[in-house]
């Protein structure tokens, strides 16, 4: 036998003795819990537990194991530990809300929806999902919203109970997902109405800070996590025809930023997923053909300057990307086809429950891609792509300095 194999034969006897002393410890911290339910019938109760041997790190393997019967077994689990509590802010329409909620719900979270009215109240109630929960919480109303999220911190604080006869436990809000509207009005910025951009800022931005601010105290009581969501790929690119969906992304991500340096004294991570294209199960994929329509008719509405300025450019772009989809939101035709939303469901969970979670997480494809692209190429290139940058004749003195 060579020395290459004696080596790999040491390797996995090390390894089938690591994973013989995990069964033997993990038997051990069983027996020693049934044994503790006086509820139990005496034929059921194990064995004296066995000597106590010294703790070894548990694996990943047998982490997700135990995590898998836990979330199978909540009435039980709810005895002995703390369950993880979650709030999601944003439209109880939106298709990304919507999934994440029942995500979380399966696997073992109780999930508090915000929601600012009766008939989106209705709406999480209509999902039939015991541990789904509406949240009402007005941010046009302080005082009430205040009021509300205090009444919200003492239920977090005061004992819940699973079952009748289960011992009470408690609920540990592990974080707090932000998910503005990722909705864009596109087209030149001479053409969108100062009133356009004052409802986007109003909605996007200053929605999102009253939200954050009204949560920060019951952020920093339980250590919890702050996870903002937003589109990546366009404002990477920093495309023509959609600066609102760019100068919003950036208020945004400056925001995030200064929160999580308040917040580090405190414990509490704030974490930036930037999105890039999602498969929404087709009912946000309008095709290439549709948006051309879309891009033709806001044509319509713009001054007939702008309109013989912009439209040929507009039109172009417009069959390049498609604005159905979450982060690039490209069409079948597209940039690229978006990614399953099972990425984004496993990136929450680990950044809710991860030991060290990144500041910043590209999900979806296309998200690091285009940001390197748009940190890195020339703007003239990423319009070449796009269609838009098409030699056009120059008046005469176009591009000479005038004298004076």
Known sequence: MSSDDHYIFDVLSSIADSIDRHIDQAAAVVKDTLSSYKWLEQSLWPTSPPRIQKPVPVP????????????????LAAAVLVSLGGVIAGSVHDAICKSLSLDLERRGFVV????????????????????????????TDPPGMQHAIDRFHNHLKSPQHALEGVNPHHLHLAGF????????????????????????????????????????????????????????ILPSLCLPFHGMESSIVAALTAFTRS?????????????????????????????????????????????????????????????????????????????????????????????LTGPRPPRVWHVGRGSLAYQLVGDWAPSGLVGWMLGTNAI??????DGKEKET
């Open 112 to 139: 508090y929806v915000l929601v600012g009215s009766v008939e989106e109240e209705q709406t999480v109630r209509n999902e039939s999902r015991a541990d789904i929960r509406p949240l009402t919480v007005d941010v």
């Open 60 to 75: 990943r393997r047998i982490s997700t194991t135990a995590y898998t019967w836990l979330t199978t077994h909540k009435a």
């Open 177 to 232: 997902i932000l998910v503005p509207d990722m909705t864009y009005t596109s087209g030149p910025i001479e053409a969108i109405t100062p009133d356009l951009w004052s409802d986007a800022l109003n909605v996007k931005i200053l929605g999102t800070v009253a939200t954050t601010q009204a949560f920060l105290g019951v952020v920093r009581d339980f250590r919890s996590r702050i996870l903002l969501l937003t589109p990546s």
């Open 392 to 397: 056009r004749p120059r008046a005469p003195g």
């Open 259 to 351: 929160l999580r340096s308040e917040l580090a004294p405190a414990g509490a991570d704030v974490c930036q997923l930037k999105l890039g294209a999602f498969d929404l199960g087709g009912r946000n994929h309008p095709q290439t053909a549709s948006s051309v329509s879309l891009a033709r008719a806001d044509l319509f509405a713009w001054p007939s300057l702008t309109r013989h300025t912009y439209a040929r450019d507009y039109i172009a772009q417009s069959a390049a990307i498609n604005p159905g989809r979450t982060g690039s939101a490209t069409g079948e035709n597209g940039l690229l086809k978006g990614s399953h939303l099972r990425e984004l469901h496993i990136a929450v969970f680990d950044a």
